[in-house]
């Protein structure tokens, strides 16, 4: 489709990728079948191809109806659309610039708006979020079903950290949510990678990826995020780390972005760039295991479900690489109907967008447990506490199957 850029965007890069992401969309709609908003409420203006076009007549200049907003608000950004488009559409980047343009255009009410600058301000600071936690923990018998629902248990204990020994290091995000509602998943993820012959080390002064603020229209509060962590992690870069970790594939998938969202900034395109290229997801990193550690003998196989979250299959693109490890490991991996599909967590959208993310995250609950695992293994920390408020058997994240193996069975 060709778009004819308003006087307001046109010739910025921002609005000559929107152009050249438009250009590429033929309108064909196959995008729309695997669109979870899509296959729920059955509106043209709830899936991909129509989102498209309410955001190519914004870039045109047209006035958007308060509307487009809420078509835009219920996009999950799980780019299932991008994993089924034939032409290559990158959606993800053009409803960015989609979400900033109608923010900016299309008042919201008071109470909307005050809950997003409420989730930013304490969501990406573990020091406000843990105190916050204790006390919904607390009052959580007081509160309603759907609320109840977003407060997850009180965190296990995340077991020992390695002590730095081998010649081999790699740097991991320490994030803000899942450093203080599964910190059991890092230290996991270190234990397993020391006894491969790797230290995991952890930068005190990094923290939030920055995809929560990004994702909610506050590109440069995002970008104030993103510089923090590549100040934080350039020194270790230099001084050997050859990677840099992400356990929470939505933080990973941002992470990946940062030398794209730095680039016109001088004093950190290089650097951002240099980071970009080191983010490895775990399931990267963990060398496949190399004999059934988590089968006890004369056992039969751990029954084990996999959700691959939106951010690992359609924004990563490394969708099978966990189903291997867990195989190799000794798992039988059990089948989970629509495993393309969204549970309905992404991010800030459960808070948000209560009814569509609860609908969701049944569905995907149930088709998980249609295979009569013994557990549920995920990949992401908001995908692992949405299920987990869902699912009958445990939820985790699957490097902790890994490292419950290493006491008895090194890998
Ligand atoms: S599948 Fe791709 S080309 Fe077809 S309508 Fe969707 S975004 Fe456009
Ligand atoms: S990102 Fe997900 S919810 Fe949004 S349009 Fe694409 S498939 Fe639909």
Known sequence: MHTTLADFIAG?????????????CVHCGFCNATCPTYRLLGNELDGPRGRIYQIKEMLEGAAPAPSVLEHLDRCLSCRA??????SGVEYGRLLDTGREIAEERVGRRLWPRLQRRLLRLMFPFPERMAPLLRLAQRLRGLMPRFLAEQVPPPAVDPGTWPVARHARSMVVLSGCVQSVVTPATN?????????????LQAAPAAGCCGALSHHLAAREEGLAFARRNIDAWIPLIEDGAEAVVACASGCGVHLRDYGRLLAGDPDYAAKAARVSQLVR???EVVPMPEQPVLRAEGRPAPRVALHTPCTLQHGQRLGGRIDALLRAAGCELTPVPDAQLCCGSAGSYSLLQ???SAQLGDARAAALQAGDPATVVTANVGCQLHL????????RHWIELLDDALPARPL
């Open 81 to 86: 659309c991008e994993t089924t488009c034939p």
């Open 187 to 199: 230290a996991a993820a270190a234990r397993v990678l020391d006894n491969a012959g790797i230290s």
């Open 354 to 356: 209560p009814k569509l």
């Open 388 to 395: 987990g408020a869902r699912c009958s058997v445990p939820v």
């Open 281 to 283: 997801d775990l399931s």
């Open 12 to 24: 910025t890069p921002a609005g000559e990728e929107a152009a050249d992401i438009i250009r590429k």
